[in-house]
């Protein structure tokens, strides 16, 4: 059976950009694990029995990054699901886009975390050092780029 996670790929739109294009302001939060490689990535985490997917992923960025859902709107319209082995078991994650409502909001991270960076998409692709997470976040700026 494939474990199961949720998460949330968090974006803001700074006021200040300077150019005209409104998607050279998108930032996206990554998470540093403070286990294993310490590898980046947004926050996600496993399904609780009698939880829903999209509870999961509101819950796990609340625990994991401190922001509740109240502070997030939830994008329409996007919703991506990766599949990757982890220790040998296969892993199911579903990620929904949302964008922080006031991009000075504060993030408290819990202890599964060391880090956290607000990253245009270029370093966020370096940050996330798998393929299917970079070009995750590259299909979400192409879609954020065709709603402008």
Known sequence: ?????????????????????VTDGIEY???QTSYGTHHWTPP???????????????????EEAGLEASQLTLIEGYKKELHYPVRGKPKTVIYWLAEVKDCNTEIKLSDEHQAFQW????????FAEYEDMQAMLKEVHQFLCSKE
């Open 44 to 62: 996600k985490g496993h399904v609780d029995p009698g939880e829903d997917d999209l509870q999961t992923a509101f819950r796990e960025t609340r």
């Open 119 to 126: 990253l245009k998409l270029e370093d966020a692709c370096k």
């Open 29 to 31: 939060l990554l998470l």
């Open 1 to 21: 059976m494939a474990v199961r996670a949720c998460g949330l790929i968090i974006y803001r739109r700074l006021q200040s950009a300077p150019s005209s294009k």
